[in-house]
C-alpha cells in the first residue's frame, strides 16, 4: 500500500483526527491531531492489512527562530513537531505519521507540551519517548517510565531546544 | 515417635536469600563500553536488569545543527566506531537522498566493497569477543590479527585506520590507489580457511554452545515489538534485511548481485557454503543463533566483495568526488535507514533551503537493540547476562550518539 491509500484506509474511522498529507514528499507523511494519535497508532499496527509492526524511530523537531531578525522571515508558526517512522515487515510499506504539538503547554514557558504515550503498541518507543522528552521536552502521557535517558536526572533544560541555553557549569565543571 | 524424615524433607525449596542489587558496570569489560546495568538479584538469579545510557553521550544531534552535512560527516564515524564506512555511508545516502543524487556505476562497486570489508571486521569483533566475556580469550587474538588486515586495506585507501570519513556525500574521497584490489583479494584468499578456524574454536566449542544455547531467546514478534534490527532480527528467524528490503536509493547499491538474507528458515541457513550444524539445542532466537547469523554474514560479505571488485573493474569512468563543502540543500525532509553491521542505521535530515540542515536525527541500531535487555535478562543467571550481552553487539558510542 502507498501513502494515499493508507491515507483512504484512514480517512473513514478517523477523519476529524487527519489535519494533512504530503503524498509528493521525499517520504510521504499523514499528519493527525495530537488527542487522535494513539488510537490511529493502534489501528495502524492492529489492522491486518496495514500491520504497521516495526516502529523504526520518533523524532521531535523543535521549529522555533530564537533570532529575531530571522524569526520574522519564516513561514510556520513556532510548534514542535513528532514524527513516527513506521513500516510493516509483512506488507513491505512504510509511512511517516506526523503530530503537530504547541511548544509549551497552554504557553506558559516550562510547562511542557504532552502527547499520548505509543509504549503499549510498540515497546521500542518505551526508550525512544524516554530520549524524545530528555531532549526536546515533550511529556508522553501513560507512559511507564518518563525519565531522562541519555543526560543526566538534574540536567537543566532540554538541549534539543532552539533556546536551549548551555548552563554555565555542571556541578562545578565548566562546560565551555 | 520417629524421628527419621525423608532428606528431601528437610530441604526448604521456598527459601530465598536477601535482594542485592548489583552494578555491572559503566567499567565492566562485558558490557562493551560504558554501559551501567542495575541487575537485582535473588541469589544467583537476575529479576530485573536496568540499563543505565548515556555516559558517551556527546550530542550528536545538536552538533549537526551547526555544520553542513559534509562537515558532520566525520562525527559519523564516531558513532559505532567498529563499523565507521557504514556510519558514513549511512549519512551520505540519506544526504543524496535529500539531494536526488545518484553515484555512478564505479562509485557504488567501490562503496560495497568498504562496506563490506567494514561488515567482515564488526562481526569478527562481535563472536570473538562474544567468546572473550564467556572465558575463551584465543579467537579474540585470531580474529583481531585479520581485523588488523581490513584495518591495513582501510588505511590504504583513506589514510585511517578508525575513523575513515571516507564515504561522503557525493561520493568517496578519493578512488583506490593501485593494486588496492588485488590486495584485497589476497586478504580474502587467505581469509577464508581462517573461518574454518574459527568454527572451530567457538562455533562448535562444546563450552562455548552450552553457554550460548537456549540463552536470551527472543521470538520473532518480541524482537519487531522492540525495533530489533540487524544480526539480531535475522537471529530470531525473521527474513529481513535493508540490502534487499530497503529505499532503491540502498538496494540499488546492491543490483546485480546474487546473495541470500541469512536468517534461520525452519531450522535451515540459506547458504551455499558449508558451516557447522545447528546444536540440537539451539532454539531459533537465542544467543548462539543471533552469533551464527554474523559467523554466516562474514562468509556471505566475502561473496558479495568478490562481486563487488568484479564490477568495479569492469565498470568505466570515474568514482564520484564529494560535493562542495557548503552546498545548499533543497528544502525538505528525508529519512533513511541502512544496513549497518549492528542492525539497521538510520538519519534523517531536516534543511531548511541553508547548506545547514535545521535538524539532525540518528536512529541507532544499538539503541533499539539494547532497549530489549530487561526483557531479556528477567530471570535468567548472573553468568548469562554476559553471553547475552554478548550476542546483541551493542557499541555505546552509537547508543548514546
Not at chain 2, 367 to 390: H, K, Q, T, Y
Request: glycine letters at 6%; charged letters at 25%; proline letters at 8%.
Amino acid at each position: 500500500m502507498n501513502a494515499e491509500q493508507i491515507y483512504a484506509r484512514l480517512e473513514h474511522p478517523f477523519r476529524p483526527w487527519l489535519v494533512g498529507c504530503d503524498f509528493a514528499a521525499i517520504d510521504p507523511w499523514i499528519e493527525v491531531k495530537p488527542d487522535g494519535l494513539a488510537d490511529v497508532a493502534r489501528y495502524l499496527r492492529e489492522q491486518p492489512d496495514l500491520w504497521f509492526d516495526m516502529l523504526h524511530c520518533i523524532t521531535a523537531v523543535d521549529y522555533f527562530e530564537p533570532d529575531e531578525k530571522k524569526a520574522a522571515q519564516v513561514e510556520w508558526q513556532p510548534h514542535i513537531e513528532l514524527l513516527y517512522h513506521l513500516s510493516s515487515l509483512r506488507h513491505r510499506h512504510r509511512l511517516v505519521l506526523k503530530t503537530s504539538l504547541p511548544r509549551w503547554l497552554d504557553d506558559q514557558p516550562g510547562r511542557l507540551p504532552e502527547a499520548p504515550s505509543v509504549s503499549r503498541i510498540w515497546s521500542t518507543a518505551e526508550w525512544h519517548e524516554r530520549e524524545v522528552f530528555d531532549l526536546s521536552g515533550v511529556k508522553f502521557l501513560d507512559h511507564p517510565d518518563l525519565r531522562r535517558i541519555l543526560c543526566p536526572e538534574d540536567w537543566p533544560g532540554h538541549p534539543l531546544r532552539k533556546d536551549f541555553v548551555m548552563p554555565p557549569d555542571y556541578h562545578g565543571v565548566p562546560t565551555r | 515417635m520417629s524421628n527419621a524424615r525423608m532428606p528431601s524433607d528437610s530441604v526448604e525449596f521456598d527459601v530465598h536469600t536477601d535482594e542485592m542489587l548489583i552494578n555491572m558496570g559503566p567499567q565492566h569489560p562485558s558490557t562493551h563500553g560504558v554501559l551501567r546495568l542495575v541487575l537485582r538479584t535473588d541469589g544467583e538469579v537476575v529479576t530485573e536488569a536496568t540499563p543505565h545510557i548515556g555516559y558517551l553521550h556527546r550530542s550528536a544531534e545538536k552538533i549537526a545543527e551547526k555544520l553542513s552535512p559534509r562537515q558532520f560527516l566525520p562525527y559519523t564515524d564516531r558513532l559505532d566506531y567498529l563499523a565507521a564506512m557504514n556510519m558514513n555511508l549511512g549519512w551520505a545516502l540519506c544526504v543524496e537522498k535529500l539531494l536526488g543524487h545518484q553515484v555512478s556505476e564505479k562509485t557504488r562497486h567501490l562503496r560495497v566493497i568498504v562496506c563490506e570489508l567494514g561488515r567482515i571486521a564488526n562481526h569478527l569483533v562481535a563472536a570473538s569477543s562474544s567468546g572473550l566475556d564467556l572465558g575463551s580469550f584465543t579467537p579474540f587474538l585470531w580474529t583481531f590479527r585479520e581485523r588488523e588486515k581490513i584495518v591495513n586495506l582501510f588505511e590504504e585507501i583513506c589514510g585511517a585506520r578508525l575513523t575513515y570519513s571516507y564515504i561522503t556525500v557525493g561520493g568517496v574521497t578519493a578512488d583506490a590507489p593501485t593494486g588496492w584490489l588485488k590486495r584485497c583479494e589476497e586478504f580474502l584468499d587467505q581469509f577464508v580457511p581462517v573461518i574454518d578456524d574459527l568454527h572451530a574454536l567457538l562455533t562448535n566449542n562444546a563450552i562455548f554452545v552450552h553457554r550460548m544455547v537456549n540463552v536470551g531467546v527472543m521470538p520473532p514478534e518480541m524482537a519487531v515489538d522492540y525495533g530489533c534490527t540487524g544480526p539480531v532480527l535475522r537471529g530470531s528467524g525473521v527474513d529481513w534485511d535493508l540490502r534487499r528490503d530497503g529505499e532503491p536509493i540502498y538496494t540499488d547499491m546492491y543490483a546485480g548481485y546474487t546473495w541470500n538474507v541469512i536468517a534461520p528458515i525452519n531450522g535451515r541457513y540459506p547458504t551455499d557454503h558449508p558451516c557447522p550444524p545447528v546444536p540440537f539445542d539451539a532454539v531459533v532466537g537465542d544467543s548462539w543463533h543471533r552469533y551464527f547469523v554474523r559467523m554466516l554474514e562474514v562468509v556471505q560479505s566475502i561473496d558479495i566483495i568478490r562481486q563487488a571488485i568484479a564490477g568495479y573493474s569492469q565498470a568505466g569512468g570515474e568514482v564520484d568526488r564529494p560535493m562542495a563543502i557548503k552546498q545548499k540543500l533543497p528544502k525538505g525532509t528525508a529519512y533513511l535507514e541502512t544496513e549497518a553491521p549492528k542492525g539497521q542505521m538510520g538519519f534523517m535530515i531536516v534543511a531548511d533551503g541553508t547548506p545547514i540542515p535545521w535538524r539532525v536525527r540518528i536512529r541507532s541500531s544499538s539503541f533499539s537493540n539494547l532497549s530489549i535487555v530487561p526483557e531479556l535478562c528477567r530471570g535468567v543467571m548472573l553468568a548469562d547476562v554476559p553471553a547475552i550481552l554478548a550476542s546483541l553487539d551493542f557499541v555505546l558510542g552509537e547508543i548514546d550518539r
